[in-house]
């Protein structure tokens, strides 16, 4: 069974809105409705135990306007403004008295006529309220992930085996059978229709961005603790969904929270990115560090990385792109068509991957990731080796911020 993680009370005579408020919340796991069958400003001493106990307070302002905005001052003195307050009303309430409610503090007063999916978005609205106290505290106590995207310039390039086996070498297991992590690392297979990151891993489609992307809601920390699944010591990955979702239907704001929330709760966000544009690549870029492209070194690839570096460049002015040239092998000296395709891309070639069909395809048949099917391939090296770098610039980065944080409180 789901374990509680956020509660509501309904304070109403009327068991029409405990029901409603019931049916909504039971689309939100983890949340807990109980009720409270009496009005708001009969309920005095109690109503204070309930705000402290519960995350929402949800009232039928029974047409008392005056002693229900009175009651609601009482609620956030008591909790130091912390309580969030929702009423439901009689849709004729004149303007006046919801005004009373409005000023009291109450968050929004919605008419009883209310539809489940109006009420649904309140309550999230609402809750959602007490998150960036909460994500600020975890940002300054907590980590602050690096999110690193993984895009491709052609099908087939090996954006997907980069993305897993990167997010595994990043890791970086120790022990005798390599079983502690040294960091925590998400993995999120963001080409919401033809992901294969969980084929790859042997893993089950995962429905939750399908949810994501047909529910319309924004996602909290427990929406972003629960999707995700741990494959291996410190690997966690959120695959892609078996059912079709409109690309578009994702919301750039429900994407910038998912991520806000995986960089608290994770060393390195790897995030494997679709071909297609759409509008919520907009935060993934803005909040990516680091994007690395895929491409092979043909004409034709080269011109596509640099079609859609350029989208992304106009998208997020500060993202550092880096290439790899995936199989093939660095060469000693750089052949011309490679210096051509460096100048066109404004970018030298930083990471090459070398073709190795023997260990990609071992991998892919065994559902694992190359540490564990050809761990001494040369293509396990190369990843490594690019892993190291992002890993040196993540505790780079992480020294450079401890005089600060030493200095903030
Ligand atoms: N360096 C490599 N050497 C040999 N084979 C590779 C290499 N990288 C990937 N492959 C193989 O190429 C195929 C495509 O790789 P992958 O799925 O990673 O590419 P992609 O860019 O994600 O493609 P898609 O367009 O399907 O998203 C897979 O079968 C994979 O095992
Ligand atoms: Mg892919």
């Known amino acids: 069974m789901q374990a509680e993680t956020q509660s509501i009370v309904v304070v109403s005579k009327d068991p029409a809105v ?8 039971q689309f939100s796991p983890g949340t807990g409705v109980r009720n409270c069958d009496a009005a708001l400003s009969e309920i005095n001493g109690t109503a204070l135990q309930l705000a402290e106990t519960n995350d929402l307070i949800i009232f039928r302002a029974e047409g008392e306007a005056a002693r229900d905005a009175a009651a609601v001052r009482e609620i956030l003195r008591h909790t130091g403004g912390a309580a969030r307050i929702l009423a439901l009303a009689d849709a004729a309430m004149p303007f006046a008295e919801l005004r009373q409610l409005t000023d009291a503090g109450v968050h929004e007063v919605l008419p009883d006529t209310v539809s489940a999916d109006e009420l649904s978005a309140a309550i999230r609205t609402c809750l959602k309220g ?3 106290q909460q994500a600020l505290s975890g940002a300054r106590g907590g980590r602050e992930g690096m999110v690193i995207a993984v895009s491709q310039s052609c099908g087939g ?3 997907t085996t980069l993305a897993v086996n990167l997010a595994d070498c990043l890791t970086r297991r120790r022990g005798l059978r390599r079983k502690e992590a040294e960091f ?3 993995l999120v297979d963001f080409d919401l229709q033809f992901g294969t990151i969980g084929n790859f891993l042997d893993l089950p489609a995962n429905r939750c961005l399908y949810e994501l992307a047909s529910e319309g809601f924004v996602p909290d920390q427990v929406f972003a603790e629960q999707s995700l699944t741990e494959t291996a ?3 966690w990955v959120l695959a892609s969904p078996a059912e079709i979702a409109p690309l578009h239907a994702l919301k750039p704001e429900q994407v910038e929270a998912l991520i806000a929330h995986l960089r608290l709760q994770y060393d390195f966000v790897v995030i494997g990115l679709p071909r297609a544009l759409a509008e919520w690549l907009t ?4 909040a990516s560090e680091r994007l690395l492209m895929v491409t092979g070194s043909s004409v034709p ?3 596509q990385a640099r079609r859609l570096l350029d989208f992304y460049a106009e998208n997020s002015m500060r993202l550092q792109a880096d290439i790899v040239i995936s199989r093939e092998r660095k060469p000693l000296l750089a052949a011309s068509h490679h210096k051509e395709a460096a100048k066109l891309l404004q970018k030298p070639f930083k990471y090459w991957l070398p073709d190795d069909p023997s260990a ?7 559902g694992v990731p190359l540490s564990a099917a050809a761990g001494r391939s040369a293509l396990a090296k190369a990843v490594r080796r690019l892993s190291k770098d992002l890993i040196e610039t993540r505790n780079a980065r992480a020294a450079a911020a401890q005089p600060q944080h030493g200095k903030a409180v």
Do not use: I, R
Request: aromatic residues 0%; charged residues 10%.
């Open 301 to 303: 690839a080269v011109c």
């Open 360 to 366: 990609a395809a071992a991998a892919a048949d065994q």
């Open 18 to 25: 405990s029901a409603l408020v019931a049916s909504v919340a």
């Open 283 to 286: 935060p993934v870029l803005e």
């Open 184 to 186: 925590k690392v998400a």
């Open 157 to 159: 390039a090996g954006a």
């Open 130 to 132: 007490q998150e960036p």
């Open 233 to 235: 010591p410190g690997l």
